[in-house]
């Protein structure tokens, strides 16, 4: 059904920041949630953020909370992920997923649609 495509990854010094976009095309649904996830070489995917469609609360990871915003522009059908204060260990290939049913926002098992990825490096 709905197709995903992240941009704006590359490459930026710690402490720096970028904004990642998730724009949605093709057949649309009701989503419950839209979530980021992130992946280092030789590491598991893990949960990044994630924002629930129907009343735009927001979730995060212990570790991007206070430093990572998730919000979505319903015009545009975009979700967005803004990255602050990045550090060497936020480096990893980011992820945004669609979840059409109920379940936790956590889990990558909960999500429908998946993009490509995006980069995103961080150095010291």
């Known amino acids: 059904h709905v197709h995903l495509e992240e941009s704006g990854g590359g490459l930026v010094q710690a402490g720096g920041s970028l904004r990642l976009s998730c724009a949605a095309s093709?057949?649309?649904?009701?989503?419950?949630?839209m979530g980021w996830f992130r992946q280092a070489p030789g590491k598991e995917r893990e949960f990044v953020a994630a924002l629930r469609w129907t009343n735009g609360n927001t979730f995060y990871a212990d570790s991007v909370k206070g430093r990572f915003t998730i919000s979505r522009d319903n015009a545009k059908n975009t979700v967005y992920l803004q990255m602050n204060s990045l550090q060497p260990e936020d480096t990893a290939v980011y992820y945004c997923?669609?979840?059409?049913?109920?379940?936790?926002?956590?889990?990558?098992?909960?999500?429908?649609?998946w993009g490509q990825g995006t980069q995103v490096t961080v150095s010291s």
């Open positions: 093709g057949r649309t649904f009701s989503s419950y949630a």
């Open positions: 997923a669609a979840s059409s049913k109920f379940g936790v926002v956590a889990k990558r098992e909960s999500y429908d649609s």
